[in-house]
C-alpha cells in the first residue's frame, strides 16, 4: 500500500509544482492531515460500506473537504474512487517527504551510544547539511547502547554509519575473508 500512496503523492506533487500551487495545496493538506489523524478507521468505512456508491463517496468528500485547492480535492476524489482514502494519511506523509525535498529539508534520524550534547547535535548537523547539500534538517535522536560509540544517521533511503559497532562488523568480514 505505501506504493500505491506514493503514487497518489507523486501525481499531486507533479501537478502542484507545475501549476505553482505546491504551497497552497501543502497548507491545505496539512490541515486536513491533521484533523482526521485519528479517523483512518472512519475513513476505511467510507471506503468499504457497500451501501455508499461511487457519486455518494465522492459527494461525501466534496462537503467534508470543502474549500481545499481543487487539485487536492480531486486527487481525495479519485482515492475515494479508487476505495484507497484510508490511505489519506500515508499519502500526506509522502507528499510531505517531496515537499520537503523540494524545499531542501529533511529528517535525520540520529542514533548514537549515548545522549549528544547540543553543541555535538549542532556540529553533527552543520556537517550532515554540508554533505547532503540540503539546506536543513530536523534531527530526530535515540540512544542505542550496543552501539558502543559513534553515531549512525539515516536521511531519506541514505544510511551514514560511523558506529564501533560497524566498524568491529567491517573488521570481523575482512578477517572472515582473509582465512
Given amino acids: 500500500m505505501a506504493q500505491v ?24 493538506f496539512t490541515e486536513i492531515n491533521t484533523s482526521i489523524q485519528s479517523e483512518g478507521s472512519r475513513l476505511q468505512v467510507i471506503d468499504l460500506e457497500p451501501k455508499l456508491t461511487l457519486d455518494d463517496r465522492q459527494n461525501l468528500v466534496s462537503n467534508v473537504f470543502k ?10 476524489k479519485v482515492m ?6 484510508a490511505l489519506l494519511g500515508d499519502v ?3 507528499f510531505e517527504g517531496l515537499y520537503n525535498h523540494f524545499h531542501g529539508f529533511d529528517d535525520a534520524y540520529v542514533v548514537s551510544a549515548r545522549p549528544l550534547s547540543e553543541p555535538e547535535l549542532a556540529h553533527l548537523k552543520h556537517a550532515l547539511v554540508q554533505r547532503t547539500g540540503l539546506k536543513d534538517l530536523n534531527l530526530h535522536t535515540s540512544v542505542d547502547e550496543a552501539l558502543i560509540g559513534g553515531v549512525k544517521v539515516k ?19 575482512k578477517f572472515s575473508r582473509a582465512h
Avoid at 506533487?13 to 491545505?28: C, H, P, R, W
Avoid at 474549500?67 to 481525495?76: D, E, F, I, K
Avoid at 475515494?80 to 482514502?85: P, S
Fill in 5 to 28: 500512496a506514493q503514487k497518489y503523492a507523486q501525481a499531486l506533487f507533479d501537478v502542484a509544482v507545475k501549476a505553482e500551487v505546491l504551497t497552497d495545496i501543502y497548507q491545505d
Fill in 67 to 76: 474549500g481545499v485547492h481543487p487539485y487536492l480535492l480531486n486527487t481525495l
Fill in 155 to 173: 536521511i531519506g533511503t541514505k544510511v551514514y554509519d560511523g558506529t564501533v559497532q560497524n566498524d568491529l562488523e567491517q573488521l570481523a568480514k
Fill in 92 to 94: 500526506y506523509k509522502a
Fill in 80 to 85: 475515494t474512487g479508487h476505495r484507497n482514502l
